[in-house]
């Protein structure tokens, strides 16, 4: 078994090959570390390997998790879905939420967030592909979804995050993650926020069909950490 610093760089030649092969600069893609059902260790040692963002699904285990690694200097994403009921503790202890899928969670987000803390991160999950019982705004809706949350005092709008499901073949992928990438473009287009830079997708499996069709951050636990 290789160690997770080992993996680290294994995950970080991809992402350059990934780069290259595309035409783009290393820079221009974020590795976000997923840490979820890890504990705070595998946390430290991937720190002391250089990473520094962090990214949870469940949110009472992050809780705990960010409490008990509070002494190192680590940004935490949250990526999984957020009930009404969680979105304080997402306020009060995240940098970043990708998860974002509707208006009333975003106004929470920003009435909750901590007077004391930088404004909150914030990305829009949309569901590229699957049915409308699937998680992340319908496609048709982001626009008017992006300009609302635009306007809310403690948030910044940074972008939008997908989770395709699982397709077959790089092509299928990449086709994919072009409609992300469609919907990211013409989103920056329309409203021209200063900050909307990030367009979080790809994951362990597809992160090379991703950064193919312009993601700027990657979002990897199993190939940093092991299996789940
Ligand atoms: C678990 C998870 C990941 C990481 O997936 P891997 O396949 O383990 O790399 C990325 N994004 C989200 C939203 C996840 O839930």
Not at 174 to 195: G, I, N
């Amino acid at each position: 078994m290789s160690s997770i610093a080992e993996n680290l760089q294994t995950v970080r030649d991809r992402i350059r090959a990934a780069c290259e092969a595309a035409g783009r600069p290393p820079a221009s893609v974020r590795l976000l570390a997923v840490s979820k059902t890890f504990g705070p260790e595998a946390v430290r040692e991937a720190h002391a390997a250089g990473q520094t963002s962090f990214g949870e699904n469940y949110i009472q285990e992050a809780v705990d998790k960010i409490a008990a690694l509070r002494d190192l200097p680590l940004e935490w994403h949250c990526i999984g879905p957020i009930q009404s009921n969680k979105t304080r503790l997402v306020a009060e202890h995240f940098d970043w939420v990708h998860s974002v899928d509707r208006f009333k969670i975003a106004q929470r987000l920003s009435d909750q967030r901590p007077g004391h803390l930088p404004p909150l991160q914030v990305c829009l999950q949309v569901n590229t592909d699957g049915g409308p019982t699937k998680s992340g705004a319908q496609p048709a809706d982001v626009l008017e979804l992006a300009r609302a949350v635009a306007c809310l005092p403690r948030l910044v709008l940074r972008g939008l995050m997908t989770i395709p499901d699982p397709v077959e073949g790089f092509e299928a992928e990449l086709a994919l993650h072009r409609r992300a990438t469609d919907l990211f473009v013409q989103v920056r287009r329309e409203l021209a926020l200063p900050k909307f830079d990030t367009l979080s997708m790809g994951m362990t499996a597809d992160l090379e069909a991703a950064i193919a069709a312009g993601s700027t951050l990657v979002r990897v636990g199993t190939a940093i950490f092991g299996k789940r």
